[in-house]
């Protein structure tokens, strides 16, 4: 399996596995994100995710950085601008899923403004915004469907030379959820984020 690098972390490759959660609380509240951060750190927390759903989300990143010691992922949902703020933030890695940003000029951009900054991508492939093309071919999101989406966008970010990412598919179903990270961990060479969802 490849190796990634997500700030001072290696990830993949033979790598001791990674232990990453998310804050509850507005990312624009940097002194209580900073206190949940660093409590989630006292229990063994290695990676830290942030929303960053808005520009003063994105302002707040640089404050939060500067106070934390473990690397930092700016989740982003639908708005690709998000993404490229935060990875100038200094966000050392942006966690967007291809099915619900928009275009592949789109995600042209944020792959190309990652690769100058070396900023790690996490590709969220989910039941929920699934391809239409994989919906019509599968029915509904099946493990298949999940997986042959992450295969697509797997493929697509090697065509744009750029390697440095990790894949999660999620599903609302556990029995899916696991089938598809046993077929993807058959299919894809890059690591996989194993994510539990509520």
Do not use: W
Not at 108 to 115: C, P, S
Not at 121 to 136: A, Q
């Amino acid at each position: 399996r490849k190796k990634i690098v997500l700030g001072n972390l290696e990830i993949g490759g033979g790598a001791p596995v990674v232990i990453q959660s998310m804050t509850m609380s507005p990312t624009t509240d940097v002194e209580k994100i900073v206190n949940e951060i660093r409590g989630l750190q006292d229990e063994g927390c290695e990676i830290i995710r942030v929303s960053v759903p808005d520009k003063r989300s994105v302002q707040a990143l640089p404050y939060i950085l500067k106070q934390i010691s473990i690397p930092l992922i700016a989740d982003v949902h639908f708005n690709y601008e998000m993404a490229l703020a935060s990875i100038d933030a200094g966000a050392q890695g942006v966690r967007i899923n291809p099915g619900n940003i928009g275009s592949f000029e789109k995600i042209q951009a944020v792959l190309r403004k990652a690769k100058q900054k070396n900023t790690a991508i996490r590709i969220g492939v989910n039941g929920g915004s699934l391809e239409k093309d994989l919906l019509i071919k599968y029915g509904y999101p099946t493990a298949d469907a999940l997986v042959e989406s992450a295969v697509r966008h797997a493929e697509f970010f090697e065509k744009e030379g750029f390697t440095n990412f990790k894949l999660s598919l999620k599903s609302s179903d556990v029995q899916t959820t696991l089938q598809s990270y046993r077929k993807a961990a058959k299919a894809i060479d890059y690591p996989l984020h194993v994510g539990v969802t509520e």
